[in-house]
């Protein structure tokens, strides 16, 4: 499943941020968190990552309400289409 950047809309595996966690000596849901904060930027992706993307204020609320729930948050995000 994907969560999507609030900033441009750029789908994102879920499994990616696993694999950030682990090139960084992190943890899972703390690159979870600094998706959610920062955008593409935090996965260390060079490309353009602008706040253009119309539902990222939705994505936002919706990731508040969920917290830590990064699957709850990517089905929520698949069913109403963001």
């Not at 990552?49 to 917290?67: K, Q, R, T, V």
Request: proline content about 2%; overall charge negative.
């Amino acid at each position: 499943m994907d969560i999507r950047c609030h900033r441009c809309g750029e789908p994102w595996e879920i499994d990616t941020f696993h694999d950030v966690a682990s090139e960084r000596g992190t943890s899972f849901d703390s690159e979870v968190r600094r998706f959610r904060t920062k955008g593409c930027v935090a996965t260390g992706w060079v490309g353009q990552c602008e706040n253009s993307y119309p539902n990222g204020d939705a994505i936002l609320a919706l990731g508040d309400l969920l917290g830590d729930d990064v699957d709850g948050l990517a089905a929520l995000l698949e069913d109403f289409g963001l």
